[in-house]
């Protein structure tokens, strides 16, 4: 059974800086495309950035130059650094198969503010 397991996720001042992880377990990523999606409170999920098993990466664009995804096939891991960050960028992060496997982790909080 697959298992997705995102942290480091916290409170952050606007401007500042976090990295997420999300560990894969039960699959090889190596062959997937990945991705993060967040989801702000009474919005839908939305994605964020994505990864391809080549590394080639894709970015929305309330979040492009901001953000960096980048993956570890022999850790089996996603991450997502996010620098500058905003208000807006308040949500839970997930990460996830691109399209999305239909089951996802317990996500990571990240909290934006003053």
């Known amino acids: 059974q697959v298992q997705l397991v995102e942290s480091g996720g916290g409170l952050v001042q606007p401007g500042g800086s976090l990295r997420l992880s999300c560990v894969v377990s039960g699959r090889s990523l190596r062959f997937y495309t990945m991705a993060w999606y967040r989801q702000a409170p009474g919005k839908q999920r939305e994605l964020v950035a994505d990864?391809?098993?080549?590394?080639?990466?894709m970015y929305d664009d309330s979040v492009k130059g901001r953000f960096t995804i980048s993956r570890d096939n022999a850790k089996n891991t996603v991450s997502l650094q996010m620098n500058s960050l905003k208000p807006d960028d308040t949500a839970v992060y997930y990460c996830?198969?691109?399209?999305?496997?239909?089951?996802w982790g317990q996500g990571t909080q990240v909290t934006v503010s003053s």
């Open positions: 996830n198969h691109l399209p999305d496997w239909g089951y």
């Open positions: 990864i391809t098993s080549g590394g080639s990466t």
